[in-house]
């Protein structure tokens, strides 16, 4: 009997300690107060965006055609620009050490990039087909009104 009485003693006076709330002491660095004003300030400055009105903004899954990778980045500008000069498609570039990627088209299909990466075969010597996210065109209906 005195076991028993131990034992509910000790899970008493146990559960009591582990109920007292304990005191909480937060240290910042004032210099956190002075990067939040800045970052609100700088949210709250009037900035031009240009804003497709016709169309949503929404980024999908897609395809890609690169037509040129090197580590130069003016070839890289050189080739995009000879690019525009003859294709009507969106360019994009992005850089992973150590190159330059040039990659163009928003291709809903696989087959809609083959098609188009057939037509430049001639003019691009290396080209891939990637799969990544793109800025979908908007979809066009074959209805006769």
Known sequence: MKQIL???????????????????T??????????????????KKDV????????????????RVQIYYGSDRKAVYREQS????????????TYKEPNYY???G?????LEAQKFMNTLKGVY?????????INPPPLTSNNND
């Open 125 to 133: 010597p290396t080209l891939f087909i990637f799969r990544e996210k």
């Open 26 to 43: 937060v240290t910042k660095d004032p210099k956190i107060d002075s990067l939040i004003a800045k970052r609100l300030e700088l949210n």
């Open 48 to 63: 031009n965006h240009t804003i497709r009105t016709n169309a949503p903004v929404v980024s999908a899954m897609g395809y």
């Open 82 to 93: 000879r690019f525009t000069a003859s294709y009507d498609y969106p360019t994009y570039i």
């Open 6 to 24: 131990t034992v509910i003693l000790w899970c008493f006076a146990i559960s009591v300690s582990a109920q007292t709330r304990g005191v909480v």
């Open 106 to 110: 928003d291709f809903r299909t696989r």
């Open 102 to 104: 040039l990659r163009t």
